[in-house]
C-alpha cells in the first residue's frame, strides 16, 4: 500500500474508533420541516430554514424565470462576464434593506469571510477573534499572515486587554500604520448565545480599530425588519457586515455589506470573489424574492411564529426537567435563548450524543449530532433548530420524545 492510502486508511480509522466518523444522509425533494431521509419520512429539527423559505413556491418561482431568461450558469467570475443584472439587484437590495452604501454577493459565507479577512489584513496587522468564531472566519484569520489574537468567548474584558496590548506591543509595526480588526459572529452557530456587539463597537471606537461582524444566524430572524443582530441590539453598523442567503432567506451564498470604498476594495482584492465564478442569476432572483418577504410585514408575521415556537419548546423541555443552555453562562445576552432558533441540548461525550441522535431519527425526528471539532471535545450536543414553519404538535412530539429518550438513559 503506498503512503497516501496507507495514511488516510489508518486516520480514517481513528476518526471511527473516536466515535467521531460522519455520513452524509439523501434527502429526497424539499428540504422543509417535512423531510424524506434516506427514505425515512422525518420532522427536521436540524435546518437552518429558519423563517421556513427554503421550499416556498413564490422563491422557486422567482428561480424558475430567472432561468428561463438567464439559463443555469453565469459562466465567469463577475470581473469577467459573469455579473448579471440579478446579481446587481439583490446586491442594491441588500444595502438598502440593512441601511448600507453597498453590498457584495459572495458564492457562500465561507468565501465571504476568506475573502475578505486575505484581503483587508497584513503581517503585523492585529486580528482580534472570539474563540468560539465560525470556522471560516478563524482559518481567514490565519491564512492572513496577521498576528492572531484568540480572546475568551464574548469576554468584553478579554477583548480589552488584546487591543490595549495590541496598543503597547513593541514586537508589531507602528501603531499608525497598523489594522486592528476584531471578528466575531453575531449569532454563535453552536450555541445560539449573542456576542456583545454594543461594549464591542464601544471598544473599537476607544482604540481606533475596526468591527468585523459575520450575522449569518441573525440576519432575518432578529430585530423588527430583519436586519439580524445589530438591529436587535441597536448597536452602531459594524464596518463590516457579512450575512447569508442559505439560512433564513432559504437561498444560498452570501454577501458583504459596508461602505463604498471597502466593497470596491474587494471587488480588486477578494481573492475568493476575483477568483470565482459568480453565482447562478436564478440563485440571485430566488433572493431576491426571499429578501423582499423577509423585510415585509410577512416576515414579521413569521419571526413572531419563531419566537412562539422558540419559547414553547423551551417551556415543554423546562417542564420536563431538560437542561438546554443555561440562560447564566455568562455570555452576552441571555435572552436571546428565547429569541434565537438554535437550541442546543449538551451531553459531553461523542457516543452518547451519537446515541440519543439515532434513538431520535428511530422516532421519525432528525436532529444532528455535533461533535469535536465542530465543538470543543467533551461538550458534544444535540444542536436543536427550530423554524417558523415548525406545528405545535411537531414540537410538542420532539419534547415528548428527548424526555423519553434522555429518562431511558
Not at 11 to 16: E, S, T, W
Not at 110 to 120: E, K, P, S, T
Not at 299 to 322: K, S, V, W
Request: charged fraction near 25%; include cysteine; proline fraction near 4%.
Amino acid at each position: 500500500m503506498r503512503v497516501l492510502e496507507r495514511r488516510l486508511a489508518q486516520q480514517l480509522d481513528q476518526i471511527r474508533a473516536a466515535d467521531l466518523y460522519r455520513v452524509r444522509r439523501v434527502i429526497d425533494g424539499a428540504h422543509g420541516t417535512r423531510i424524506r431521509v434516506d427514505g425515512r419520512d422525518c420532522v427536521n429539527f436540524c435546518s437552518n430554514d429558519y423563517l421556513g423559505l427554503a421550499s416556498d413556491p413564490r422563491i422557486a418561482a422567482a428561480a424558475q424565470r430567472a432561468l428561463g431568461e438567464s439559463g443555469t450558469g453565469s459562466g465567469a467570475a463577475a470581473l469577467v462576464s459573469g455579473y448579471n443584472r440579478e446579481h446587481r439587484a439583490l446586491e442594491e437590495e441588500l444595502a438598502a434593506c440593512l441601511q448600507r452604501p453597498r453590498a457584495l454577493l459572495f458564492s457562500t459565507g465561507w468565501a465571504a469571510n476568506l475573502g475578505v479577512l486575505r484581503a483587508l489584513l497584513n503581517k503585523g496587522d492585529v486580528l482580534v477573534a472570539d474563540e468560539l468564531n465560525h470556522a471560516s472566519l478563524i482559518d481567514g484569520g490565519r491564512l492572513s499572515g496577521a498576528h492572531y489574537v484568540r480572546v475568551k468567548h464574548a469576554d468584553v474584558g478579554a477583548y480589552r486587554c488584546a487591543l490595549d496590548d495590541s496598543t503597547d506591543d513593541s514586537r508589531l509595526p507602528i501603531p499608525d500604520a497598523r489594522l486592528r480588526l476584531v471578528v466575531t459572529d453575531g449569532v454563535f452557530s453552536m450555541d445560539g448565545d449573542l456576542a456583545p456587539l454594543p461594549e464591542l463597537s464601544r471598544l473599537c471606537a476607544e482604540h481606533g480599530a475596526a468591527l468585523m461582524v459575520d450575522d449569518a444566524h441573525g440576519f432575518g430572524v432578529l430585530g423588527s425588519n430583519g436586519r439580524g443582530t445589530v438591529e436587535h441590539l441597536a448597536t452602531q453598523a459594524p464596518d463590516i457586515h457579512v450575512a447569508t442567503l442559505g439560512k433564513s432567506l432559504g437561498c444560498a451564498g452570501a454577501f458583504v455589506a459596508g461602505s463604498e470604498d471597502l466593497i470596491e476594495y474587494l471587488i480588486q482584492r477578494a481573492r475568493s470573489w476575483v477568483f470565482s465564478t459568480a453565482p447562478p442569476p436564478a440563485i440571485a432572483a430566488a433572493a431576491r424574492a426571499a429578501l423582499r418577504i423577509v423585510a415585509g410585514a410577512e416576515g414579521a408575521e413569521r419571526r413572531d411564529r419563531l419566537r412562539a415556537n422558540i419559547q414553547r419548546f423551551r417551556r415543554g423541555t423546562q417542564q420536563l426537567g431538560i437542561a438546554l443552555a443555561a440562560d447564566d453562562s455568562g455570555s452576552a445576552m441571555a435572552e436571546s435563548r428565547f429569541l434565537v432558533p438554535i437550541q442546543p441540548l449538551l451531553i459531553g461525550a461523542e457516543a452518547p450524543t451519537l446515541a440519543v441522535s439515532k434513538a431520535l431519527l428511530d422516532a421519525g425526528l432528525w436532529v444532528a449530532a455535533i461533535r469535536p471539532p465542530t465543538v470543543p471535545r467533551g461538550t458534544s450536543r444535540l444542536r436543536i433548530t427550530l423554524s417558523a414553519a415548525h406545528t405545535d404538535a411537531q414540537i410538542d412530539r420532539l419534547v415528548e420524545a428527548l424526555g423519553a429518550t434522555l429518562r431511558d438513559r
